[in-house]
T-cell receptor, first 116, second 114 residues
Framework: AQTVTQSQPEMSVQEAETVTLSCTYD???????LFWYKQPPSRQMILVIR??????QNATENRFSVNFQKAAKSFSLKISDSQLGDAAMYFC?????????????FGTGTRLTIIP | GAGVSQTPSNKVTEKGKYVELRCDPI?????LYWYRQSLGQGPEFLIY????????DSGLPNDRFFAVRPEGSVSTLKIQRTERGDSAVYLC????????????FGNGTRLTVT
């Protein structure tokens, strides 16, 4: 079974600074997808960024980028120029590829606080 | 609607009662998922529908939990004989039937069993 581990229950960062959230996962599959979701107090899970395992290039979405290390099974999220609106719970998630609409497996989350 | 709609937003019930939670997915999305998120945890998979049929119900914790999607659109998660341990946020998501089509989540229903 696949597992996703987020070892940082809480993180804080000064506004405009950069922060990195960690995620490791365990799988025997060679092809899969990785995601970072943001969950504000509204409870809705919002997709931040995703990475296909077969792609060596790290995904980037504006201020958000990932460091994907396939051999180490590590998938960290870097948030640059942190903004107050970035404050939320962040969840790392895994999904097998090539199995149609496979379910997501989530980590336990990291609560990110932005210090003004 | 523009997004996934879940009703009610909050539900308080007494131990032993029956509850129904509703999910209205994005129009045209054939895949629908239910997740349960306990306090301080990440969402845990419950069940996945492809059209009207449950393609994977391996996450349902016991036979008190049941979900239906009779017309391939709206889904209802049903919990019988509720227990205090059922208290959680129940999230619904939908997607297109394409490999790695992104999941769109609703705002969830917070269920409190007293």
């Amino acid at each position: 079974a696949q597992t996703v581990t987020q070892s940082q229950p809480e993180m804080s960062v000064q506004e405009a600074e950069t922060v990195t959230l960690s995620c490791t996962y365990d799988t025997s599959e060679s092809d899969y997808y990785l995601f970072w979701y943001k969950q504000p107090p509204s409870r809705q899970m919002i997709l931040v960024i995703r990475q296909e395992a077969y792609k060596q290039q790290n995904a980037t979405e504006n201020r958000f980028s990932v460091n994907f290390q396939k051999a180490a099974k590590s998938f960290s999220l870097k948030i640059s120029d942190s903004q107050l609106g970035d404050a939320a719970m962040y969840f790392c998630a895994y999904r097998r590829a090539n199995f149609g609409n496979e379910k997501l497996t989530f980590g336990t989350g990291t609560r990110l606080t932005i210090i003004p | 609607g523009a997004g996934v709609s879940q009703t009610p937003s909050n539900k308080v019930t007494e131990k032993g009662k029956y509850v129904e939670l509703r999910c209205d997915p994005i129009s045209g999305h054939t895949a629908l998922y239910w997740y349960r998120q306990s306090l301080g945890q990440g969402p845990e998979f419950l069940i996945y529908f492809q059209g009207t049929g449950a393609a994977d119900d391996s996450g349902l914790p016991n036979d008190r939990f049941f979900a239906v999607r009779p017309e391939g659109s709206v889904s209802t998660l049903k919990i019988q004989r509720t227990e205090r341990g059922d208290s959680a946020v129940y999230l619904c998501a939908s997607s297109l039937t394409v490999d790695n089509s992104p999941l769109h989540f609703g705002n969830g229903t917070r269920l409190t069993v007293t």
